[in-house]
């Protein structure tokens, strides 16, 4: 069964930093590219980044390039995201998202449950 | 505001057929497949459709997509209660590089 399980969301202030991690299992994690979905409380989805199976490309969103930054660890069956300058608007529920095919990452085929990141002071 | 444009709602009784709307330009819809998801209430977002109208195993084929231009369409037919949901159309886009989502639709069934 395809498992896909995040940790590291919770309260930070703003300009504070925070690692998102997903957890992957039940598929082969190195031949299918991911993404990072946030949904903010009450509101629509909002793609975040995207990696492609190797690694080797990435993808941010405008909102926040240069802030966040997406990596993978084949070897551990991992996704990252990790976040710097936190604003307000931040606030959201990230969701670890697995790809139907290597480099595409437009077709999520299997989401995990959900992080909730608050930033807040 | 969504580059890409759905209705924020849409309703229908059960049975009834329904069509939720999906909007958007030469650089995303035009020129890449779109895909929908669907998001029942507290729930992680599932994908009902993919390349336009391709159907993931076990989503039922009541469910069906179609893509003309720079606008989608997502039929659902016998709507049923189970069918109240959020739904989302997606694609990539060429000028922004990476993906856009539709601001989503709330299905209600009456």
């Known amino acids: 069964e395809v498992q896909l399980l995040e940790s590291g969301g919770g309260l930070v202030q703003p300009g504070g930093s925070l690692r998102l991690s997903c957890a992957a299992s039940g598929f082969t994690f190195s031949s299918y590219a991911m993404s990072w979905v946030r949904q903010a409380p009450g509101k629509g989805l909002e793609w975040v980044s995207g990696i492609s199976a190797s690694g080797a490309t990435t993808y941010h969103a405008d909102s926040v390039k240069g802030r966040f930054t997406i990596s993978r660890d084949n070897s551990k069956n991992t996704l990252y995201l990790q976040m710097n300058s936190l604003r307000a608007e931040d606030t959201a529920v990230y969701y670890c998202?697995?790809?139907?095919?290597?480099?595409?990452?437009?077709?999520?085929?299997?989401w995990g449950q959900g992080s909730l990141v608050t930033v807040s002071s | 505001q969504s580059v890409v444009t759905q209705p924020p709602s849409a309703s229908g009784t059960p049975g009834q057929r329904v069509t939720i709307s999906c909007s958007g330009s030469s650089s995303n819809i035009g020129e890449n497949t779109v895909n929908w998801y669907q998001q029942l209430p507290g729930t992680a977002p599932k994908l009902l459709i993919y390349k336009n109208n391709q159907r993931p195993s076990g989503v039922p084929d009541r469910f069906s997509g179609s893509k003309s231009g720079t606008s989608a369409s997502l039929a659902i037919s016998g709507l049923q209660s189970e069918d109240e949901a959020d739904y989302y159309c997606a694609a990539w886009d060429d000028s922004l590089n990476g993906v856009v989502f539709g601001g989503g639709t709330k299905l209600t069934v009456l």
């Open positions: 998202a697995k790809s139907r095919l290597m480099v595409d990452t437009t077709q999520s085929d299997c």
